[in-house]
């Protein structure tokens, strides 16, 4: 079980980085893809959305695009950052439709689903 809050690290291996305060995303609203235990879709990936990748998973049955007001979900546009499932992201990535991510802000539980090297070669910053 992977515990929440301070000390998580990120898949470069340093200190976590918040993703996004707006939208406040995470698993737990925090703004970062911090790992929980309780989060089984793997939440890890901070990720920023394209017209592209919304489109591929709203057509593999995940429409990220449309508001869930009971779920804290505003919706989500192009340019926006998100905490996108690991294991989607590696779909998209298989697709040729991965979003950018910012690695600083990337949980290291990521690399459960895919490779360090991938996440790099989609990496919006430089750091690692």
Do not use: I
Request: with cysteine; hydrophobic share 30%; aromatic share 6%.
């Amino acid at each position: 079980m992977v515990k929440r809050g301070s000390g998580q690290k990120n898949v470069l291996g340093g200190d976590l980085k918040p993703c996004s305060m707006d939208p406040m995303t995470g698993f737990t609203r925090s703004g970062s893809c911090e790992g929980h235990g309780e989060d089984f879709g793997c939440h890890a990936v901070c990720a920023q959305m394209t017209e592209g990748f919304l489109r591929f998973s709203r057509a593999m049955g995940n429409d990220l695009s449309t508001p869930r007001p009971e779920y804290q979900f505003p919706g989500l546009k192009e340019g926006d950052r998100w905490c996108l499932c690991a294991g989607r992201w590696e779909e998209a990535r298989r697709a040729g439709q991965a979003p950018l991510v910012v690695l600083e802000s990337t949980h290291e539980s990521a690399l459960e689903h895919t490779t360090l090297a991938d996440l790099r070669k989609h990496a919006l910053d430089v750091a690692g």
